[in-house]
C-alpha cells in the first residue's frame, strides 16, 4: 500500500475520525504501512505526529529522509517513553490534537510491543478502546501498527475489537469482530488481578487519616529502595488515590503495599464507581473537582496504572520500577 492509497491519509471522510489498526510481518510491510501514511500526509499539508517504539523510529526517519521532514508538522516520539504507562498515551494524543485545532490531525501510535507485560497488554488495550470515545466526531486519523510476528495471537484478536477499520497486506476492510468502547473497557474491568502478596502490608484509612497515609507509604517505598525523587512520585500518587477513595468512594480504602522482582507496587481499594472511563485519561482543567485531576496525576507519575471498576467498587494498582529493577525487601 502506497501513501497514495491510504484513503484516510489526505482527504476529509463522511467520518471525521478514522481508527484503523495496521497488521504487519516485517519491515517492508512497515514502512509500506506507517511511511506511506505519514507521506501522505506530509504531502497534504497535515500535522503528524509519530509515537512507536524506539527501534522503528530509527527506520521511519531513514525512509522519511533525515532532516528532509517538515520539522513543523512532524512530531518523532519513542512509544517506549511516550506511553510506558499506557493510561497516559491518551492525553498526549488529544494534547497534540489540540495543538493543531483546525487542522486534520494523522497520527500513528504503537501502544503494545513485544516486550510489553500481560498488565501492560490489558491497559494498552483498554487506552485502544477508548480512543474511540474520545476522538468520535474529531477531524483525526490514528493508524496503530501491530507486529503479528512477534505479538501473541491474543494481541491481534484485541486489535480487531478495539479498531472499526483494519489494514493488512495493502488492503483495507471493516473488522468483523469491532466492539464498542464500553464493551471493551468492560471486558477489562471483568479480568482478575492477580492476588497481592501475602506478605503485602496493608493499611486501612478514612477522613483524617491522608498524613498516616503518605508517612506509611513513604518510609515502606524506602526500605523498598525508591530513590528519593521516585519516591516523592510514588507517595504522590498514593495520597491522590487515598483522597479520591475518601471523597469519591465511601469515606474510607485500603492500601495494599508490596514489591516484586522490578517494581513498587500500591493498591488502593475502596466502594466508589468510575462513571467516567475516560477520567485521567484528559488534562484536567484548573477548576476539574470530579476525581479526573487525581487519576490523571496518577497516570503522569506512574510506570502503570492498573484499574479495575466491578460491583464491589474500585481498585487501582499503582507501579513505579525500581532504579535496578530488583526489589530489596
Same mark, same amino acid.
Given at each position: 500500500?502506497?501513501?497514495?492509497?491510504?484513503?484516510?491519509?489526505?482527504?476529509?471522510?463522511?467520518?471525521?475520525?478514522?481508527?484503523?489498526?495496521?497488521?504487519?510481518?516485517?519491515?517492508?510491510?512497515?514502512?509500506?504501512?506507517?511511511?506511506?501514511?505519514?507521506?501522505?500526509?506530509?504531502?497534504?499539508?497535515?500535522? !503528524?505526529?509519530? =509515537?512507536?517504539?524506539?527501534?522503528?523510529?530509527?527506520?521511519?526517519?531513514?525512509?522519511?529522509?533525515?532532516?528532509?521532514?517538515? @520539522?513543523?508538522?512532524?512530531?518523532?516520539?519513542? #512509544?517506549?517513553?511516550?506511553?510506558?504507562? *499506557?493510561?497516559?498515551?491518551?492525553?498526549?494524543?488529544?494534547?497534540?490534537?489540540?495543538?493543531?485545532?483546525?487542522?486534520?490531525?494523522?497520527?500513528?501510535?504503537?501502544?503494545?510491543?513485544?516486550?510489553?507485560?500481560?498488565?501492560?497488554? !490489558?491497559?494498552?488495550?483498554?487506552?485502544?478502546?477508548?480512543?474511540?470515545?474520545?476522538?468520535?466526531?474529531? $477531524?483525526?486519523?490514528?493508524?496503530?501498527?501491530?507486529? $503479528?510476528?512477534?505479538?501473541?495471537?491474543?494481541?491481534?484478536?484485541?486489535?480487531?475489537?478495539?479498531?472499526?477499520?483494519?489494514?493488512?497486506?495493502?488492503?483495507?476492510?471493516?473488522?468483523?469482530?469491532? /466492539?464498542?468502547?464500553?464493551?471493551?473497557?468492560?471486558?477489562?474491568? @471483568?479480568?482478575?488481578?492477580?492476588? @497481592?502478596? =501475602?506478605?503485602?502490608?496493608?493499611?486501612?484509612? =478514612? /477522613?483524617?487519616?491522608?498524613?498516616?497515609?503518605?508517612?506509611?507509604?513513604?518510609?515502606?517505598?524506602?526500605?523498598?529502595?525508591?530513590? +528519593?525523587?521516585?519516591?516523592?512520585?510514588?507517595?504522590?500518587?498514593?495520597?491522590?488515590? +487515598?483522597?479520591?477513595?475518601?471523597?469519591?468512594?465511601?469515606?474510607?480504602?485500603?492500601?495494599?503495599?508490596? +514489591?516484586?522482582?522490578?517494581?513498587?507496587? /500500591?493498591?488502593?481499594?475502596?466502594?466508589?464507581?468510575?462513571?467516567? *472511563?475516560?477520567?485521567?485519561?484528559?488534562?484536567?482543567?484548573?477548576?476539574?473537582?470530579?476525581?479526573?485531576?487525581?487519576?490523571? #496525576?496518577?497516570?503522569?507519575?506512574?510506570?502503570?496504572?492498573?484499574?479495575?471498576?466491578? +460491583?464491589?467498587?474500585? $481498585?487501582?494498582?499503582?507501579?513505579?520500577?525500581?532504579?535496578?529493577?530488583? /526489589?530489596?525487601?
Amino acid at each position: 500500500m502506497t501513501g497514495s492509497e491510504h484513503p484516510h491519509a489526505g482527504r476529509e471522510d463522511p467520518e471525521p475520525f478514522v481508527h484503523p489498526a495496521l497488521f504487519y510481518r516485517t519491515s517492508e510491510e512497515y514502512l509500506a504501512g506507517v511511511g506511506g501514511f505519514v507521506t501522505a500526509a506530509l504531502d497534504a499539508g497535515d500535522p !503528524v505526529l509519530v =509515537a512507536v517504539p524506539g527501534p522503528r523510529l530509527g527506520l521511519l526517519r531513514e525512509y522519511l529522509g533525515a532532516g528532509k521532514s517538515p @520539522a513543523d508538522r512532524l512530531t518523532l516520539v519513542d #512509544m517506549t517513553e511516550f506511553g510506558r504507562n *499506557p493510561g497516559r498515551i491518551l492525553a498526549g494524543l488529544r494534547d497534540f490534537a489540540d495543538r493543531h485545532a483546525g487542522r486534520p490531525a494523522r497520527i500513528v501510535g504503537e501502544p503494545i510491543w513485544a516486550r510489553r507485560s500481560p498488565a501492560e497488554v !490489558v491497559e494498552a488495550t483498554r487506552h485502544e478502546a477508548l480512543i474511540n470515545a474520545a476522538f468520535t466526531g474529531r $477531524t483525526a486519523t490514528i493508524l496503530c501498527p501491530y507486529d $503479528t510476528a512477534a505479538l501473541p495471537p491474543a494481541v491481534r484478536d484485541g486489535a480487531c475489537r478495539t479498531h472499526p477499520v483494519l489494514w493488512e497486506g495493502g488492503t483495507e476492510r471493516p473488522s468483523p469482530h469491532y /466492539a464498542g468502547p464500553a464493551a471493551v473497557n468492560a471486558d477489562c474491568d @471483568a479480568l482478575p488481578l492477580a492476588p @497481592a502478596p =501475602a506478605g503485602a502490608r496493608t493499611v486501612v484509612f =478514612a /477522613a483524617g487519616d491522608l498524613g498516616e497515609v503518605r508517612h506509611h507509604a513513604d518510609s515502606w517505598a524506602h526500605e523498598a529502595g525508591l530513590d +528519593a525523587p521516585r519516591r516523592g512520585d510514588f507517595v504522590l500518587a498514593v495520597a491522590e488515590a +487515598a483522597a479520591n477513595s475518601i471523597a469519591h468512594g465511601g469515606g474510607r480504602g485500603t492500601l495494599s503495599l508490596w +514489591a516484586d522482582r522490578t517494581s513498587c507496587v /500500591a493498591q488502593i481499594s475502596d466502594r466508589g464507581r468510575l462513571t467516567d *472511563p475516560l477520567a485521567g485519561r484528559r488534562r484536567p482543567t484548573l477548576d476539574s473537582a470530579d476525581g479526573g485531576r487525581g487519576l490523571w #496525576m496518577m497516570h503522569q507519575l506512574c510506570d502503570l496504572v492498573e484499574s479495575r471498576a466491578t +460491583a464491589d467498587g474500585l $481498585t487501582l494498582r499503582l507501579h513505579m520500577a525500581l532504579p535496578d529493577g530488583s /526489589a530489596s525487601s
